[in-house]
């Protein structure tokens, strides 16, 4: 009996044993092969060969390290469950970084990345008041960012407004516009326009016969353009227009130091900028100021065509030419020069009939002192007988 209770013992051990075995080779096994690939590619999306990649474990101290190949390709196997955090960088590139990588049981995760020219940190290795500073620029951009997108609104508004005539309206959006802030560069254009438009408001206010008005605007014109030219005094153009603006107050001496600045600027437009400059006096009612600035125009090289015509006109202007005949001679040549390089017919006709009315006025004023000049022969006495 105690046998086969013995017997049964062991047997009943047994067969507990062969079950323990059976259960072990039973279970599955668990792979350990986690992978990290991937490619990196240059700003023109070349590939870019010999970069290094640290994959480096973030929920416990793993690090792991391997390099892109010709094609720009990289894979690292092996790795064991958990995070990663991926950092691509070359010398010469701003390097770059992936984090919170989980590669999955018996596969891969893809991290590709992109390196730009340069030099820089990763984000990852910034200071707590580095990354602080950063965010404040950020926010300093953003609202930058907001006053620009306002001001063109402003800046476009009033250039809509200048050019309906609306000059008042026009003035106010860009006195707007430059309260916002801007870059100087976009601030003198600001300037400029703002200048532009109180020049020709000068203009209007002139014609009404409200010249104290016009000078206040002509002033603040001129105050304007000056402020443009600190921000942008490469631009021959503000110098160009401060020229005219000067030259409708009378200021004629700086209306030719702001001429001969924007002709050194650009050269090739100091013909045109003398005409614009008498031009502007003509439309302003100051016809024998423009005569300086229009004969300056003809003396450029080359000269300007148109300023001939505008000379001989201007020069009409002048009681006292027109009264010496030897003076009217003097527009008769200027204008038959226009005849000569003109290209306006309209202005070549008015030129014709103009030189035909100052030859039969001189005709006429020399007709007129030959009949009342003394005939220069006495009156002969009888000889006595």
Same mark, same amino acid.
């Given at each position: 009996m105690m046998f086969t209770k013995s017997l049964r013992t062991l047997f009943s051990c047994g067969l507990i044993t062969v079950g323990l075995i059976m259960t072990f080779f039973a279970a599955p096994v668990l792979s350990q /092969?986690? %992978?990290?690939?991937?490619?990196?590619? &240059? &700003?023109?999306? *070349?590939?870019?060969?010999?970069?290094?990649?640290?994959? /480096?474990?973030? &929920?416990?101290?793993?690090?792991?390290?391997?390099?892109?190949?010709?094609k720009g390709e990289y894979y690292h196997g092996g790795l064991q469950s958990g995070v990663y955090h991926i950092i691509a960088q070359k010398e010469g590139f701003v390097p770059d970084e992936m984090k919170g990588i989980r590669p999955p049981a018996g596969g891969d995760s893809e991290v590709n990345f992109k390196l730009n020219p340069g030099s820089g940190k990763l984000a990852s290795?910034?200071?707590?008041?580095?990354?602080?500073?950063? *965010?404040?620029?950020?926010?300093?951009?953003?609202?930058? %960012?907001?006053?620009?997108?306002?001001?063109?609104? @402003?800046?476009?508004?009033?250039? !809509?407004?200048? +050019? #309906?005539?609306?000059?008042?309206?026009?003035? #106010?959006?860009?006195?707007? #516009? @430059?309260?916002?802030? @801007?870059?100087p560069k976009n601030t003198a254009v600001v300037w400029a326009n703002l200048a532009d438009a109180q020049s020709k408001q000068a203009d209007?206010?002139?014609? !009404?016969?409200?010249? +104290?008005?016009? *000078?206040? /605007?002509?002033?603040?014109?001129?105050? %304007?353009? /000056?402020?443009?030219?600190?921000? &942008?005094?490469?631009n021959a153009g503000y110098y160009q227009n401060l020229a005219v603006a000067l030259g409708k107050m009378g200021k004629i001496d700086e209306a030719k130091q702001a001429i001969e600045k924007a002709n050194a600027l650009d050269p090739t437009k100091a013909g045109l900028n003398y005409f614009n400059l008498g031009a502007n006096m003509v439309n302003s009612g100051r016809p024998l100021e423009a005569i300086a600035a229009f004969q300056l125009a003809t003396k450029t090289n080359p000269p300007h065509e148109e300023a001939f015509y505008q000379l001989g006109v201007s020069m009409l202007s002048d009681p006292a030419l027109l009264a010496n005949p030897t003076k009217s001679k003097d527009i008769i040549d200027v204008l038959q020069e226009y005849l000569k390089i003109g290209k306006n017919d309209g202005n070549k006709q008015a030129a014709k009939d103009i030189i035909s009315m100052l030859e039969k006025s001189i005709k006429d004023a020399e007709a007129a002192t030959k009949k009342s000049a003394p005939t220069g022969k006495a009156g002969k006495s009888k000889k006595g007988s």
């Open positions: /092969n986690r %992978a990290i690939r991937g490619k990196v590619l &240059d &700003d023109k999306g *070349q590939p870019l060969p010999d970069v290094k990649i640290d994959i /480096n474990g973030m &929920d416990m101290k793993r690090n792991y390290s391997t390099k892109t190949d010709k290795q910034y200071t707590k008041e580095e990354l602080e500073k950063m *965010q404040k620029e950020v926010e300093e951009a953003k609202l930058q %960012a907001k006053s620009v997108g306002e001001a063109k609104l @402003l800046f476009d508004e009033g250039i !809509k407004l200048s +050019s #309906a005539k609306q000059y008042p309206e026009a003035i #106010a959006q860009f006195k707007q #516009a @430059l309260a916002k802030g @801007l870059d209007l206010l002139t014609l !009404k016969g409200q010249r +104290s008005e016009a *000078q206040q /605007n002509l002033t603040e014109a001129i105050t %304007a353009f /000056n402020q443009a030219i600190i921000l &942008d005094s490469a």
